[in-house]
C-alpha cells in the first residue's frame, strides 16, 4: 500500500519560472490537501479539496492553483515561482464520511523546493 | 477558529515518561482530538485520537480533560526515535460543510541519552 506519493523530492527554480508538484494517493479518500512548512514553522494550508472537481482555497493560496480532476491526483501549480516560494511542500489526504471528523490524516513525504 | 496551545518545547531523558500538553479551549463537542508527530526530514504521522474517553495505541496514550478543553499526549518509555515535532490538533469548520485539519507550531521534544 503506497498511501500518499509525492514527486520531486527536491527541486530547485529559478526565478518566473514555473512546476507542478505531483501528488497521489492509492487510499480512494475524498479529502486532498497541499500544506507548506517554513524552516521552524508549523504547516500552513495552501489549498484542498473535498472531492473530484472541487477545491477550495486555504489560508496561503496566493502564487499556487489547483486541480482536482480525479479522486487519485491533486497537483499543486506554480505558476510565476518567486523567493518567498522557497518552503517544503506536504501533501495529505483522509477519508472523510458525511458528518464525521474522526478521519486521520495520512501524509506524504513532501517535496523541498528553493527558488533562487 | 479552532485554535491549539503548546509549549514550543520539551525535554526528557531517555526511557522516562513524557507528557505533552494541548490547550483546546475553542473546541466544540464533536470535535476530535488528534495528534501528529513529525519526525526530522519526514511528514506528520499520526499518534493517537480521542473524543472524551482517554485512549490508549501502541504508540501513546491520550488523557483528555473532562471539561475537553485540554488534552495530554503520554508516552510512557520515550526513546530517542521520539524525539520530533508533537502536533495536537483538531478540525476546523470551513464552509460548505467541510472540515480542515489545521496545524500550529507544535512541541519540539527533545530525548536526552
Known amino acids: 500500500n503506497a498511501g500518499v506519493t509525492q514527486t520531486p523530492k527536491f527541486r530547485i527554480l529559478k526565478i518566473g519560472q514555473s512546476m507542478t508538484l505531483q501528488c497521489t494517493q492509492d487510499m480512494n479518500h475524498n479529502y486532498m490537501y497541499w500544506y507548506r512548512q517554513d524552516p521552524g514553522m508549523g504547516l500552513k494550508l495552501i489549498y484542498y479539496?473535498?472531492?473530484?472537481?472541487?477545491?477550495d482555497k486555504g489560508e496561503v493560496p496566493n502564487g499556487y492553483n489547483v486541480s482536482r480532476s480525479t479522486t487519485e491526483d491533486f497537483p499543486l501549480r506554480l505558476e510565476l515561482a518567486a523567493p518567498s516560494q522557497t518552503s517544503v511542500y506536504f501533501c495529505?489526504?483522509?477519508?472523510?464520511?458525511?458528518?464525521?471528523?474522526?478521519?486521520?490524516?495520512?501524509f506524504g513525504s513532501g517535496t523541498q523546493l528553493s527558488v533562487l | 477558529d479552532a485554535k491549539t496551545t503548546q509549549p514550543n518545547s520539551m525535554e526528557s531523558n531517555e526511557e522516562e515518561p513524557v507528557h505533552l500538553p494541548c490547550n483546546h479551549s475553542t473546541i466544540s463537542g464533536t470535535d476530535y482530538i488528534h495528534w501528529y508527530r513529525q519526525l526530522p526530514s519526514q511528514g506528520p504521522e499520526y499518534v493517537i485520537h480521542?473524543?472524551?474517553s482517554n485512549v490508549n495505541n501502541r504508540m501513546a496514550s491520550l488523557a483528555i480533560a473532562e471539561d475537553r478543553k485540554s488534552s495530554t499526549l503520554i508516552l510512557h518509555r520515550a526513546t530517542l526515535r521520539d524525539a520530533a515535532v508533537y502536533y495536537c490538533i483538531h478540525l476546523s469548520h470551513a464552509s460548505g460543510g467541510s472540515y480542515i485539519p489545521t496545524f500550529g507550531r507544535g512541541t519540539s521534544l527533545i530525548v536526552h541519552p
Open positions: 480521542g473524543l472524551t
Open positions: 495529505a489526504s483522509r477519508r472523510q464520511p458525511r458528518g464525521s471528523k474522526n478521519e486521520k490524516l495520512f
Open positions: 479539496s473535498v472531492g473530484a472537481g472541487i477545491t
